[in-house]
């Protein structure tokens, strides 16, 4: 099962690293890991996406997270009322003639073509992950030619 767990750090050199390491070192991969300096630029917000079976190797590592000198919060969004989304940009085979195709993807998905040239068009859409899986399924058809996402960031209700 999918975890969501936000950390809130100390914005300090290597405090990324020792926290990635505690999965690493359990042998858990991050799915989605998002990084970025909060209103406070001395606090830094991570938002960890990890797939983990057992609840008590969960509990394990949040443990573990607290025991860092740098962290000052963890959250898991796991049981509790949250907001998620992720920022999806998708480089897509494109001609003039498919113009009306694509912007009526592109709000279906809450996503808008943010620049084309002759045969390539850039969309970038802001949803959860399953509206960003249900555009990048329609945006296939067309063409994927290259695809970059934010991960999850998530705050709770």
Partial sequence: ???????????????????????????YNIASLAVSQTHDPSI???TIVVEVQDLLILEQIKKQL???????????FTKKEHL??????AKVNYSPKDKSKLEAICNKYLGKII????DTA????????QQ???????LDKFGIK????????????
Avoid at 84 to 89: A, F, K
Avoid at 115 to 118: E, G, Y
Avoid at 133 to 138: A, M, Q, R, T, W
């Fill in 132 to 138: 960003i899986k249900s555009l990048l399924d329609e």
């Fill in 44 to 46: 830094s917000y991570m």
């Fill in 122 to 129: 850039i969309i970038e859409a802001v949803g959860d992950q």
């Fill in 66 to 76: 607290n025991k860092l000198i740098d962290v000052i919060t963890i959250t898991d």
């Fill in 115 to 118: 620049s084309h040239k002759v």
């Fill in 146 to 157: 290259e695809l970059v996402r934010t991960g999850k960031l998530a705050i709770s209700h």
């Fill in 84 to 89: 998620d989304r992720e920022l999806v940009l």
């Fill in 1 to 27: 099962m999918k975890h969501t767990i936000s950390v809130l750090v100390e914005n300090k050199f290597g405090v990324l690293a020792r926290v990635a390491g505690l999965f690493s070192a359990r042998g």
